[in-house]
């Protein structure tokens, strides 16, 4: 019985770890320190996401695996407060927010626990702060190196490369 206890114990530590670990990911956004293009890199970075930016007020920073390849971390720059909020809102049209693997076809949600989705929402975002979806990899089939493309009921962002 003692046995029985200890690896209950181990396996609710474990999971209270992880979930406050999304949780700290979701709930402290980060903020952009520069809109500028970093040094040696030409205009196309910044410009390569000018009509997803004119249309929606986001541009994508970064899709990275993460969570030991288990989550994929999709993160966005909010460039317009006003046109950003179809996305950060979570009302009927967008509530289903989702990940496609370019290769495969295979889609990837974003995981609903107790306390959500594990996605950034808000009716305030704010201009020049990063918000970030957690997208579930299992079986770990989206590899680094991979392209796949993000959608938000109407939003759609292709040819991103996973880091």
Not at 57 to 63: A, C, E, F, I
Not at 81 to 99: D, G, M, P, T, V
Request: net charge positive; aromatic share 10%; hydrophobic share 35%.
């Amino acid at each position: 019985m003692a046995h029985k206890l200890t690896i209950s114990r181990s396996v609710l530590f474990t999971e209270a770890l992880f979930f406050l670990l999304v949780l700290s990911l979701l709930l402290c956004p980060v903020s952009s320190f520069s809109d500028e293009t970093p040094a040696g890199q030409g205009k196309e970075p910044q410009n390569k996401y000018k009509v997803l930016e004119d249309r929606w007020g986001v541009r994508p920073v970064s899709t990275r695996l993460t969570a030991s390849n288990y989550f994929v971390d999709f993160r966005y720059l909010v460039t317009d407060s006003e046109k950003s909020k179809a996305i950060l809102s979570r009302n009927k049209e967008n509530r289903e927010a989702f990940l496609l693997a370019q290769k495969t076809g295979k889609k990837f949600t974003v995981p609903v626990t107790k306390m959500g989705a594990l996605r950034s929402t808000t009716l305030s975002p704010k201009k020049g702060r990063q918000y970030t979806i957690l997208f579930s990899n299992m079986g770990k089939s989206i590899k680094k190196g991979d392209k796949v493309s993000v959608v938000i009921g109407k939003f759609k962002v292709e040819n991103l490369t996973v880091e």
